[in-house]
Structure formats: structure tokens, C-alpha cells
């Protein structure tokens, strides 16, 4: 009964963890594309201020 207890408690641990691990995934992903797509923007923009000049 005992290790039945302790495999139960190491699923509910895991289980936790991947959620973290997914979520931070996620953040992360959003943060990164949006980081890249304001400086694509910023070239666009620097690139059309030097061809209308």
C-alpha cells in the first residue's frame, strides 16, 4: 500500500512539472515571435525611410 501512495505522488509531480514546462514553452514562443516581428518591422521600416530619401 505504501509504494502505491508513493507512485501516485510522482505522477501528480510529473504531471505538474510538464504542465510548467508547457506553459513556459508557450510564453516563451509568443515572446520570441513577437520580439522577431518588431524588428522586422523596424528594419521594413528603416529600409522604406532610405529608399524615400
Known sequence: MCNKWKKFD???IIWIVTAV???TAAVTTVLVIKAKQKQED???EEYL?????
Do not use: F, M, N
Request: net charge negative.
Open 21 to 23: 514546462a508547457a506553459i
Open 49 to 53: 525611410d532610405y529608399s524615400i530619401q
Open 42 to 44: 523596424e528594419q521594413l
Open 10 to 12: 510522482y505522477k501528480w
